[in-house]
T-cell receptor
Framework: GENVEQHPSTLSVQEGDSAVIKCTYS??????FPWYKQELGKGPQLIID?????GEKKDQRIAVTLNKTAKHFSLHITETQPEDSAVYFC??????????????FGQGTTLQVKP | GAGVSQSPSNKVTEKGKDVELRCDPI?????LYWYRQSLGQGLEFLIY????????KSGLPSDRFSAERTGGSVSTLTIQRTQQEDSAVYLC?????????????FGPGTRLLVL
């Protein structure tokens, strides 16, 4: 079935450094790839998304790249700040025959930004 | 504007009891999704609603789980005869459209503990 693999599971960086989180997906029909940030005790927050007709999208310090041929996409955070510390989830929209838009999530990356 | 709301925020119940979890989506969002997040795990899709109908129930783990949506708005997830393995955070998300590419916005979740 549909599967999304996410790496690394934990990532520790110094404040000001960049952080990169990578995901691969199995369903070649997937065409929507959101990223979520989840802080302790809260629901996931949509921070950026990309559709399959675009190779890269940027929003201030965060950017996402997509390689449809290789079926992987990445989240890039530049100039990291302590408030970026959280769990980040990638997801892919598993279209299938029902086209429901349900999301298949990666296992999450715990990002720690050290001051 | 108001985001997705869920109630209760926390629920402790005894094994064998029934529980009801409520989700109030963003006004005007026709698509509604339920996900489950077990401790330290990613998010697992449960069920999808478009309006009041549920075209995709493929993620419900057993027949003890059911959900309904009335008036195209509020949804209730019911777990009958709860088991300890049902302990998790139950998250609801809503989207303006169901087709892949519509951003899903999550509520804060209901933390369920089955003793």
């Amino acid at each position: 079935g549909e599967n999304v693999e996410q790496h690394p599971s934990t990532l520790s960086v110094q404040e000001g450094d960049s952080a990169v989180i990578k995901c691969t997906y199995s369903d070649s029909a997937s065409n929507y790839f959101p990223w979520y940030k989840q802080e302790l005790g809260k629901g996931p927050q949509l921070i950026i998304d990309i559709r399959s007709n675009v190779g890269e999208k940027k929003d201030q310090r965060i950017a996402v790249t997509l390689n449809k041929t290789a079926k992987h996409f990445s989240l890039h955070i530049t100039e990291t700040q302590p408030e970026d510390s959280a769990v980040y989830f990638c997801a892919a929209s598993g279209i299938g025959s029902s086209n429901t838009g349900k999301l298949i999530f990666g296992q999450g990356t715990t990002l720690q930004v050290k001051p | 504007g108001a985001g997705v709301s869920q109630s209760p925020s926390n629920k402790v119940t005894e094994k064998g009891k029934d529980v009801e979890l409520r989700c109030d989506p963003i006004s005007g969002h026709t698509a509604l999704y339920w996900y489950r997040q077990s401790l330290g795990q990613g998010l697992e899709f449960l069920i999808y609603f478009q309006g009041n109908s549920a075209p995709d129930k493929s993620g419900l783990p057993s027949d003890r789980f059911s959900a309904e949506r009335t008036g195209g708005s509020v949804s209730t997830l019911t777990i009958q005869r709860t088991q300890q393995e049902d302990s998790a955070v139950y998250l609801c998300a809503s989207s303006l459209e169901s087709l892949a590419g519509g951003g899903q916005y999550f509520g804060p979740g209901t933390r369920l503990l089955v003793l």
